[in-house]
Structures are given as C-alpha cells and as structure tokens.
C-alpha cells in the first residue's frame, strides 16, 4: 500500500480521483462532439440526435446497477472495483475511435440507417462510462471514511475532474471535435487503466460492515419507485421514435410522468415530517437529483440548436470571441457550422472551469451552514443562469454568462451531492447504492428527448433554457425538505480542515 494511502493525504485523494476523472473527460468529449457530429456531419435533425442520446440511460439502466451490485460482492484482478474501471476505459477508447467513421462502419456493415450505427456506438459509449463511473464513485466512498476526508475526496473528484473538461472543450476549439475524439480515446485509456494499479482496494469490505441486507431485482424496483415516472416516459419515447402513431401520445405521457414525480416527491415530503429515516431520506435526495438532471443533460444535447437559432442570427461569426480563440490558435478560418461548435465549446469550457473551481469554495461554505443549504445556494445560481439565457440570450457573450451561473450549480452536482446520499446508505452496499442512485440520472436523461420534441413541435428554442430553470427550480424547491445527516451537522461545529 502508498504512504499516501495510509494517510489519506491529498496526493492520495488526487490519484484516487482520476479513474473518476476519465469518466469526466470522455463525458466532455462526448458533450463537445457528438451532437455536433450528428447534427454537422451526418445532417440529423435535433429529434434524431436526441434519439441517438438515449443511448446513454439505456446503457446506464443496466450497467450501473448490475456493476453496482456484482462490484459489491466480487473480487478479482487484485480489486473490487479495479476491473470494472480498466474494462469501462478500454471500451471507452474503441467507442471514441469509432466515432468519426460512423458512415465507414456503415457500409462495412451493410446498415444504411446512419441512426442505428450513431446509436449503436453511443450504446457503447455510455455503457463503458456507466461500467466505469460507478466503480469510480464507489471506490472513493470504500477507502474514506465518512465526514471530512469523504467529502474532500469527491471535492478533488470534481476539481480534477472539471480541468480536465475544460481541457476538453478548449482542445475542442483548438483542434476540432473529430481531432478530439482521438485525444480522447487516449486519455481516457491512460487515465482510468493505470492509476487504478497504485490504489489498494480493502478485500474485506463487506464483513467490516456485517451487512445482511439482501438485494434483488424486485427491491430494486422498490427502491426506485420515485422515479417511476421517469421510466414509463423513457421507454414510451424509445417506442415513439419507431411508431408514428403513438406520437399523439407524447405531451399527455410527458406531463403525467412529471406530474406523478412531483407528487411523489410531496408524498415524501409529508412522510419525512411525520417520521424521519434513512431510506425516505435517500428517496427524497434521488428525486430532487433526478429534476436537477433533466435539465443538465438538456442542455448538453441541444444547445447547439440554441445557438444556431437564438444566437448566431444576431451576430457576424467574424466578431465571434469563440471563433478568434480557435482562429488565433490554429490560423483557420471558421465557418458558421464550426462557430456553432466553438460557441458551445467556450460555454461549457467556462461551466466546467467554474465547475472545478467552485467546490473549494462550497467546501469552506459548507463548514458554515451545512452541505444541503450549501446545495440549495449552488442550485439557485443554476436556476438565475438559465432564466439569463432564455431571456436575455440574444449574442454569444449572454450565453457564456449563463453558463458562468450555472457552473455553480454544476460544481456542486456532481461533487457534494454524493457525499450527502453515501451518508444515507449502507456502506457494505455503496456500490449497488451508487448504481440505484445513478438511476435518478439516466432515467431523467431520457426526458430530455421529450424537451427535443416539444421544441421541435413550436419551434421555440427559447424553452430549452425555460425548462431547464423550472426544472432545477423544482430540485431547489425539494432539496429544501432533506436534512442534513446528523453526523455532518455535529461535525459543523468541531472541524475546522474542511469536511
């Protein structure tokens, strides 16, 4: 075992972020690139790309809880969640080699639906990051104990985590989205397969904890009944896209999907007041995170669109900051479909950075007034970011200070939130927990094809950025009714080095 290992030092903490990491960076990647391939290069419209991204819940439904709950319970190649990160890594690597050659793949194949293959690949994509990013989390919450030196451990998962995707989107300015995913298969492969070697997994996990709690598919289902909602809209969407005669069907299946997770989430409101427990606690955290996540993952798919419809028509693509960045880095002219890529580039370079920045920042806040209030703050921002953008987002610099805004928000969703649930969970299970958790992201990913939809049927982008503020205003509204674990709020007031 490292030294650093046996004191939990922040070196140590670093290494263990970067299986993590890799995740970050090819989800950047992919968030840079793909819907800017499909849309750029293959010419589908903003209801087939949103298709195509369905890929990745579909692939997260099964891989995060089936690793979950196998990484829980094996061990092999020296680790229990070893071999999953270095298996997910070298998927990721081909998937991100075979992007560029969608049209190649397809006359090899003899499939002439560009969707099918653009599908297919994705499937692969998001099925390795779901096999790795699991296994990722998980092994942070394994080898740190609860309270400071946890949370400080999925603070530097989000720091390091956040350069490295604004790494990726400036690489993205600088060289281009296809150029990128070459860099990426690279990275990602040295990242999430090698520094996994230097860390000592504990082989005794689960009978430290004792644990006797068994799992199954049918508590599974249990365990996500919040997001029942979620999951009717997502396979209803899945069918959708192959039979034109469910499409009256849409809007109706769409609001009754957000109406029954509202009301669940009230339900657990009122059952948390009456009587508290770790379990409605968890149900109350994975709702709230899934209404956070609709609007995250919209966002990624189809602000290209935005930009082309609500922005670019407003300005000269010559006066473009995006554009002189990547003209002044590589000496090529841009055109207007690069400058759609390059704006969204910048914009969610600046998110990331601030993203990386700003947990430091809601770490100290944290020690003050606790992780949920700390994460209710960060959220508002997110909401104030969006409603920027939908309404005042008229040229390119609107648009990046919007993302400055929502930065905020993200810097603490994918850092302090997990802290929080692990807290709520049993640890001998914190694998499986982390994949029923994770569920309250893929399951809302898939609304974001019914955000494409309905944007496609007005023909108003403007409600992209509508819907996102109104979601995380939601999440907001029912972060507000989750307690802070008792164990956090007695250590508010005796730490002093941060949680």
């Known amino acids: 075992?490292?030294?650093?290992?046996?004191?939990?030092?922040?070196?140590?903490?670093?290494?263990?972020?970067?299986?993590?990491?890799?995740?970050?960076?090819?989800?950047?990647?992919?968030?840079?690139?793909?819907?800017?391939?499909?849309?750029?290069?293959?010419?589908?419209?903003?209801?087939?790309?949103?298709?195509?991204?369905l890929a990745g819940p579909v692939a997260g439904i099964f891989g995060q809880i089936i690793v979950g709950l196998v990484s829980d319970n094996v061990w092999f190649m020296g680790g229990r969640r070893r071999p999953f990160i270095m298996i997910g890594g070298m998927v990721s690597t081909l998937a991100f080699l075979a992007l560029p050659y969608i049209r190649e793949i397809s006359q090899i194949t003899g499939i002439t639906d560009i969707i099918i293959i653009a599908s297919l690949i994705a499937l692969f994509l998001d099925l390795s990051v779901n096999v790795t990013?699991?296994?990722?989390?998980?092994?942070?919450?394994?080898?740190?104990?609860?309270?400071?030196?946890?949370?400080?451990?999925?603070?530097?998962?989000q720091i390091i985590s956040g350069f490295f995707g604004v790494f990726a989107y400036f690489l993205s300015m600088v060289f281009g989205n296809e150029t990128l995913l070459f860099i990426a298969a690279f990275l990602v492969f040295a990242t999430a397969v090698f520094p996994i070697l230097f860390i000592q997994e504990k082989k005794d996990l689960a009978v430290e904890n004792k644990s006797t709690e068994k799992f199954g598919v049918t508590q599974i289902l249990k365990e996500i009944f919040p997001l029942y909602g979620f999951l009717v809209f997502g396979v209803f969407s899945?069918?959708?896209?192959?039979?034109?005669?469910?499409?009256?069907?849409?809007?109706?299946?769409l609001i009754a999907a957000l109406i029954y997770s509202v009301v669940i989430g009230i339900i657990s409101i009122i059952k948390g007041i009456k009587k508290q427990s770790n379990r409605n606690e968890f149900h109350k955290i994975m709702l709230a995170h899934s209404f956070t996540w609709v609007a995250f993952q919209s966002m990624f798919i189809l602000s290209g669109f935005f930009i082309e419809k609500q922005i670019l028509p407003n300005v000269e693509i010559n006066s473009l900051i995006a554009n002189w960045f990547a003209q002044t880095l590589t000496g090529v002219n841009q055109t207007m479909d690069a400058s759609v890529g390059n704006i969204v580039s910048l914009g969610f370079l600046i998110l990331n950075f601030v993203g990386a920045v700003f947990p430091l920042i809601l770490q100290s806040v944290s020690r003050q007034i606790g992780r949920v209030r700390t994460y209710v703050s960060a959220l508002v921002f997110a909401v104030i970011g969006y409603f920027?953008?939908?309404?005042?987002?008229?040229?390119?610099?609107?648009?990046?200070?919007?993302?400055?805004?929502?930065?905020?928000?993200?810097?603490?969703?994918?850092?302090?939130?997990?802290?929080?649930?692990?807290?709520?969970?049993?640890?001998?299970?914190?694998?499986?927990?982390?994949?029923?958790f994770n569920l309250a992201v893929v399951l809302p990913q898939m609304m974001s094809?019914?955000?494409?939809?309905?944007?496609?049927?007005?023909?108003?982008?403007?409600?992209?950025?509508?819907?996102?503020?109104?979601?995380?205003?939601?999440?907001?509204?029912?972060?507000?009714?989750?307690?802070?674990?008792?164990?956090t709020k007695s250590s508010t007031n005796t730490i002093r080095g941060g949680h």
């Open 1 to 53: 075992m490292l030294n650093a290992q046996k004191k939990l030092s922040n070196p140590f903490l670093a290494l263990l972020a970067l299986p993590a990491t890799a995740v970050g960076f090819a989800l950047s990647t992919q968030i840079a690139a793909l819907s800017w391939i499909l849309s750029k290069k293959y010419a589908l419209d903003i209801h087939e790309v949103a298709f195509v991204w």
């Open 133 to 157: 990013f699991n296994p990722a989390r998980s092994i942070i919450a394994d080898l740190t104990p609860e309270g400071k030196i946890r949370t400080a451990g999925f603070v530097w998962m």
């Open 238 to 253: 899945v069918f959708n896209h192959f039979m034109d005669s469910l499409t009256p069907f849409h809007n109706p299946v």
């Open 388 to 436: 920027y953008i939908a309404f005042f987002g008229k040229v390119e610099v609107d648009f990046y200070i919007g993302m400055f805004l929502v930065g905020i928000g993200w810097s603490a969703v994918i850092s302090i939130v997990f802290a929080i649930m692990s807290e709520r969970v049993n640890p001998a299970k914190m694998g499986l927990y982390m994949g029923v």
């Open 449 to 487: 094809n019914g955000v494409a939809n309905v944007i496609k049927q007005t023909g108003n982008y403007q409600l992209l950025y509508i819907f996102c503020g109104l979601l995380i205003a939601v999440s907001v509204i029912f972060w507000m009714f989750i307690r802070e674990p008792e164990q």
